[in-house]
């Protein structure tokens, strides 16, 4: 996935906002709350992606390779790919949706509703 792709998915997704930080980085929140982030940090002029996973898939992500905890992040259980195509286009597209959802999820329920989102 390039960068130009994952801001036209992050996009799609509901009540997003999107704004470039840190050095260039594409962050894309839900209720001013990150969920995604793509960045070219590191060596190689890959995107490397970062994304909000529930504790279960950020267990079994980290194990896998070219995945590791997001810099700064992993605490917050999120993961980083590390290596270009770590993650096929549908796997990284799934997991993007579901740091939405887990993200809305946390929103206030006059948040969710300001933005209309159902949780």
């Not at 997001?70 to 195509?85: F, I, N, S, T």
Request: with cysteine; hydrophobic share 40%.
């Amino acid at each position: 996935m390039t960068r130009d792709e994952f801001d036209a998915f992050c996009r799609r997704l509901p009540a997003t906002t999107h704004v470039v930080q840190w050095g260039n980085a594409s962050v894309w929140k839900v209720g001013g709350k990150i969920f995604a982030i793509c960045s070219t940090w590191g060596e190689g002029d890959f995107p490397r992606f970062s994304f909000k996973c529930s504790d279960i898939s950020y267990a079994l992500l980290i194990q896998q390779e070219g995945l590791i905890p997001a810099p700064y992040l992993a605490r917050a259980k999120w993961v980083q790919m590390e290596e270009d195509g770590a993650l096929d286009d549908d796997s990284l597209k799934a997991y993007i949706e579901a740091a939405h959802k887990i993200i809305s999820a946390k929103l206030t329920r006059k948040q969710r509703n300001e933005l209309g989102l159902a949780v």
